[in-house]
């Protein structure tokens, strides 16, 4: 279920309750607690859910972009191991985008890709914009990942978690998250 069809089954069991005469106050109170309380925990894990789906997309076009996306031979492990390690050596973007220059000349794919991946890390824009010129699934891959919404943005993770906030009915608005848990784990027949 998704977060609109949790809320609308959410609203309908709210409505069964409350046009429910056979219940006490307090039975009310405590169902409607309990209604609250697996609603919440499910629009929670429809957060979570979402949250993992879009981390392994981003981890997908990562290695898409700077990495591998299938298993790698030993050969071309310890190949990519040295020219990250050559590419971790630069410190100035200038040298960067020279070693990248020449790695792209002389056809070394990997090196001119670690090189790209530390200029990323570094922010030298101007080293990963010369490295997606010459390299359309990179440019690819990287505006796809420009689209998608920030994991490591707050204002995006606070707007994020707001869609999946259940507002508590009247009955029990007036009890924290905690209280309302508690109410709900009561045992109906002490209702």
Do not use: C
């Amino acid at each position: 279920m998704n977060a609109d069809q949790i809320r609308a089954a959410y609203q309908q069991q709210l409505d069964r309750i409350q046009n429910n005469r056979a219940y006490s106050d307090h039975a009310r109170q405590v169902l409607t607690a309990k209604a609250w309380s697996q609603a919440s925990q499910q629009l929670e894990q429809v957060r979570q859910a979402e949250l993992a789906e879009l981390a392994g997309h981003r981890d997908r076009l990562n290695r898409k972009m700077f990495g591998t996306t299938g298993n790698a031979d030993p050969g071309t492990v310890l190949a990519r191991r040295d020219a990250a390690d050559r590419a971790a050596a630069l410190d100035n973007p200038r040298i960067a985008a020279e070693t990248l220059r020449r790695a792209e000349r002389d056809g070394d794919r990997t090196l001119a890709q670690a090189v790209a991946a530390h200029a990323n890390t570094y922010g030298w824009t101007e080293v990963v914009d010369e490295y997606a010129a010459g390299n359309p699934e990179f440019a690819d891959a990287a505006r796809e990942w420009n689209s998608l919404p920030g994991t490591g943005d707050d204002l995006w993770e606070t707007r994020h978690g707001m869609h999946f906030l259940l507002t508590k009915p009247s009955s029990i608005d007036r009890l924290s998250d905690g209280q309302a848990h508690a109410l709900a784990a009561e045992d109906m027949e002490a209702a």
